[in-house]
């Protein structure tokens, strides 16, 4: 199975809009971090598909080790 590259320590922190479909990058290839651009293409990965429940702030994890994916648990700071 491959592993995903780690696209940086910290989450990035986005605004969200409540019933809004968003991709997040899963491999951490895209250059437009913490979202997909497609960069997965030819790999094991998929994006993630999720829709905002909230309008405001959201915490977006980087580093791909997430259990709560897309949102940061804090697994990056055992990097």
Known sequence: ??????AGK?????DLE??????????GQSA???????AHQGSSFAPGA???QTTGKAAICTCKLT????????????Q
């Open 50 to 52: 999720f829709k905002a």
């Open 18 to 27: 409540e019933g809004k479909t968003y991709f997040w990058c899963s491999c």
């Open 32 to 38: 437009n971090q913490p979202w997909c651009n497609g």
């Open 10 to 14: 910290a989450p990035i922190l986005v």
């Open 1 to 6: 199975m491959e592993q995903p590259k780690s």
């Open 67 to 78: 259990k709560n994916a897309p949102y940061c648990d804090g697994s990056h700071a055992g």
